[in-house]
């Protein structure tokens, strides 16, 4: 079992997001790479890179509209 992680991918399904959509075909390959090199999780375009870095930081670095709503 391998976690995948990944942002829009060029599907019918995220045909309204305007951001970078990853090609099917490529997520496919990435992920059954990271199957066959035993990896349990993958992180497949860089938008799910940046959101795990992100993670381990304070709540507010993520959403920072929680830091105003303090003041």
Same mark, same amino acid.
């Given at each position: 079992? *391998?976690? !995948?992680?990944?942002?829009?991918? $060029?599907? /019918?399904?995220?045909?309204? /997001? %305007? $951001? @970078? =959509?990853? +090609? @099917? #075909? +490529?997520? *496919? %390959? %990435?992920?059954? +790479? /990271?199957?066959? /090199?035993?990896?349990?999780? *993958?992180?497949? +375009?860089? %938008?799910?890179?940046?959101? =795990? !870095?992100?993670? &381990? !930081? @304070?709540?507010?670095?993520?959403? @920072?509209?929680? #830091?105003? &709503? =303090? &003041?």
């Amino acid at each position: 079992m *391998v976690g !995948a992680h990944v942002g829009y991918v $060029d599907t /019918a399904m995220a045909a309204h /997001a %305007t $951001d @970078p =959509k990853m +090609d @099917p #075909a +490529d997520l *496919v %390959t %990435t992920v059954l +790479d /990271a199957v066959e /090199a035993g990896q349990y999780e *993958v992180l497949a +375009d860089e %938008t799910s890179v940046q959101l =795990k !870095a992100r993670l &381990s !930081a @304070p709540i507010e670095a993520l959403y @920072p509209q929680l #830091a105003l &709503s =303090k &003041s």
